[in-house]
């Protein structure tokens, strides 16, 4: 009886394919962590150019074009994939939560919270049209604010301009976050006030920030693997 013989060569260009893939990978995610930590650069004045992507990530232009056609194509898969990442993280934070006031207080939290955890990421956003009328984050935002306006909890006599002005509020947070250290205090007072223009009252505003603001702390650590402790 002739004996079959397993295919060696084959197993070892398997093994060849997902080194090749695996290298592929990691390189393209240094080449996006350089991005984030570079972008815009300095100020708007002098953004971040391909040269200093390289100079982070320790990589040659001919490796960097391999990836990207550009650095704007490179900035917008950032943006995506960061998006992406926030929309998991309302999703693991608002996966029990019901009342209008204490989802808004949360989400806004939420999103302030990340850029006083992470200065780069703070700077990036806010020069990246990443908060933008067309961008991702707008649809949970206009979900809560249209929960609210069918329980009653926020009075809204134009949904538009209201987003517009909670997007005015984050973005210039954003900016204060990212000059100089703010406490969870400055977060939790631009929550409160952002409740109040929805015509909430004081004291349920206070109130809801104040428990959205503890049960975030509470809870992020073990749901977000980007959160790290803060006051």
């Not at 900035?75 to 204490?102: M, N, R």
């Not at 134009?158 to 969870?184: F, H, N, W, Y």
């Not at 929805?198 to 603001?213: G, H, N, Q």
Request: hydrophobic share 40%.
């Amino acid at each position: 009886m002739t004996e079959l013989a397993f295919s060696e060569p084959k197993r070892s260009e398997d093994h060849r394919t997902r080194a090749a893939r695996t290298k592929r990978t990691r390189t393209r995610a240094q080449i996006l962590d350089a991005v984030l930590a570079t972008y815009p650069g300095e100020s708007l004045s002098s953004p971040a150019v391909v040269d200093d992507i390289l100079n982070v990530a320790k990589l040659s232009r001919a490796t960097f074009y391999k990836y990207f056609t550009s650095l704007e194509q490179a900035v917008e898969e950032l943006g995506a994939q960061l998006a992406d990442e926030l929309t998991v993280s309302y999703a693991l934070i608002y996966e029990d939560l019901v009342d209008p006031k204490l989802r808004a207080a949360t989400g806004f939290q939420l999103f302030l919270s990340r850029a006083a955890i992470d200065r780069h990421w703070g700077s990036f956003v806010s020069h990246a049209q990443f908060l933008s009328r067309d961008a991702g984050t707008l649809r949970q935002i206009a979900m809560d604010l249209n929960a609210g306006i069918a329980s009653g909890d926020f009075k809204i006599s134009d949904l538009d301009t209201a987003i517009d002005l909670i997007m005015g509020a984050k973005a210039e947070a954003i900016r204060q976050l990212t000059r100089a250290p703010r406490s969870r205090r400055y977060i939790e007072h631009m929550a409160t006030m952002i409740l109040q223009s929805l015509c909430v009252s004081p004291a349920d505003a206070e109130t809801a920030t104040r428990d959205a603001s503890e049960r975030l702390h509470l809870h992020a650590p073990a749901r977000l693997t980007w959160w790290q402790p803060f006051d």
